[in-house]
Nanobody, 126 residues
Framework: VQLQASGGGLVQPGGSLRLSCAAS????????MAWFRQAPGKEREFAAA????????RYADSLKYRATISRDRAKITGYLQLNSLKPEDTAVYYC????????????????????WGQGTQVTVSS
């Protein structure tokens, strides 16, 4: 599975962005898709995830009321809508998928995902 993340950019505090993650290749077995992010000088952390079959989702506490994850099964693409962005949201955002079908409680685990995209930069600054 190949993943192409896009949609990042420079946005002012309070603004919005919609990230996309297009999957190609062996995509029939996608079980879940997630977004992780890595800020400068920090470890990569979980942002949001969605189970492909039933759209069950999970969010990091820091994004719970400001982000929406979704997927288009026909386009084999996942999306992360980010609203009310803050400077602390600045990071490289990576999408990832797995062929397993994790339970909701496991959607945030990085070791669940075995395919990773190249990342898209999100910078929140005035």
């Amino acid at each position: 599975v190949q993943l192409q993340a896009s949609g990042g950019g420079l946005v002012q505090p309070g603004g919005s962005l919609r990230l996309s993650c297009a999957a190609s290749g062996r995509t029939f077995g996608i079980g879940a898709m997630a977004w992780f992010r890595q800020a400068p000088g920090k470890e990569r952390e979980f942002a949001a995830a969605i189970r492909w079959s039933d759209s069950a989702s999970r969010y990091a506490d820091s994004l719970k009321y400001r982000a929406t994850i979704s997927r288009d099964r026909a386009k084999i693409t996942g999306y992360l809508q980010l609203n009310s962005l803050k400077p602390e949201d600045t990071a490289v955002y990576y999408c990832a998928t797995t062929e397993s079908r994790p339970i909701t409680g496991s959607l945030a685990r990085e070791d669940v995902y075995n395919y990773w995209g190249q990342g898209t930069q999100v910078t929140v600054s005035s």
